[in-house]
């Protein structure tokens, strides 16, 4: 584990306008509960195996800002961090990790890849803040792609300032990575979904805490189509449909490529 124990961070706990929307737009694109009650399988687990670390690190503004906070080197907190993709990036620099995951076969995905290349490595199993303390302070803290997974956003935000000496960096996207699935819902369940929250929602929610990132827009490179079957189970389906959503799949747009970095120095 890192050393000492994340300090209280600016606002935390605090609820203004901003926090109120991103909740309420979160909250509006759950799944309802009959639906998930006829789900063949549980539509938001993620296989581990997918979430390993690429050996060559993708050159993205994200890594240039960690790469700037360590300023040649430091200890990194990854908070969801899946299989390290953020926290592995930065190799060289990167002095000790520690990984803050709630599934538990990711951090062994992380731990191992930590191993693989020489990293002195903690992991914290556990739903974030609720882990902060457990997971201590580190001069950055990097937090990809969970943002949308997050309902009480500003304890969130909060609990990730504190736990950094120098700063924070945020990778999203601009609006809930699976809101290019909304038209199958509609056309599936019947369910419209409402407005996803976007990074500027998430920007407004740092403003309430006093915080004002420095924000990078840029693009991620192109990614191949999902496959049908994985589709198929987020919708809540049995696999026999499989057929019929990679049909539905041809007409609709593809995911886009729009990325977001967020910035701050603590």
């Given at each position: 584990?890192?050393?000492?124990?994340?300090?209280?961070?600016?606002?935390?706990?605090?609820?203004?306008?901003?926090?109120?929307?991103?909740?309420?737009?979160?909250?509006?694109?759950?799944?309802?509960?009959?639906?998930l009650a006829g789900a063949p399988a549980d539509p938001w687990t993620h296989?581990?195996?997918?979430?390993?670390?690429?050996?060559?690190?993708?050159?993205?503004?994200?890594?240039?800002?960690?790469?700037?906070?360590?300023?040649?080197?430091?200890?990194?907190?990854?908070?969801?961090c899946g299989g390290g993709d953020a926290a592995f990036a930065l190799l060289g620099p990167l002095t000790r990790v520690t990984g803050a995951d709630q599934q538990a076969d990711m951090l062994d995905v992380f731990a191992a890849g930590a191993r693989e290349r020489g990293v002195a490595c903690a992991t914290v199993h556990g739903r974030w803040p609720d882990v902060a303390a457990r997971a201590g302070a580190a001069?950055?803290?990097?937090?990809?792609?969970?943002?949308?997974?997050?309902?009480?956003?500003a304890p969130f935000l909060g609990a990730l300032t504190a736990a950094a000496r120098r700063g924070v960096v945020v990778e999203m996207l601009p609006e809930h990575p699976l809101a290019w699935l909304d038209p199958l819902w509609a056309r599936f369940h019947d369910l419209h979904?409402?407005?996803?929250?976007?990074?500027?929602?998430?920007?407004?929610?740092?403003?309430?805490?006093?915080?004002?990132?420095?924000?990078?827009?840029?693009?991620?490179?192109?990614?191949?189509?999902?496959?049908?079957?994985?589709v198929?189970?987020?919708?809540?389906?049995?696999?026999?449909?499989?057929?019929?959503v990679d049909a539905a799949l041809a007409?609709?747009?593809?995911?886009?490529?729009?990325?977001?970095?967020?910035?701050?120095?603590?």
């Open positions: 584990m890192t050393g000492d124990p994340a300090r209280p961070g600016p606002g935390l706990g605090r609820t203004g306008a901003a926090a109120r929307r991103w909740a309420e737009l979160q909250s509006g694109r759950g799944i309802p509960p009959e639906i296989d581990p195996r997918d979430f390993r670390a690429p050996d060559v690190a993708a050159d993205t503004p994200s890594r240039d800002a960690a790469l700037e906070l360590l300023d040649g080197a430091g200890t990194v907190l990854d908070v969801g001069d950055v803290v990097v937090c990809h792609h969970v943002l949308h997974n997050v309902v009480d956003l979904r409402p407005p996803s929250a976007t990074h500027r929602d998430a920007i407004a929610v740092l403003g309430e805490l006093g915080v004002v990132p420095q924000v990078r827009h840029w693009q991620r490179a192109r990614r191949h189509p999902h496959d049908p079957a994985w198929t189970r987020r919708l809540c389906l049995p696999p026999e449909r499989s057929g019929e007409e609709i747009p593809m995911r886009g490529r729009d990325a977001v970095t967020l910035l701050w120095h603590t």
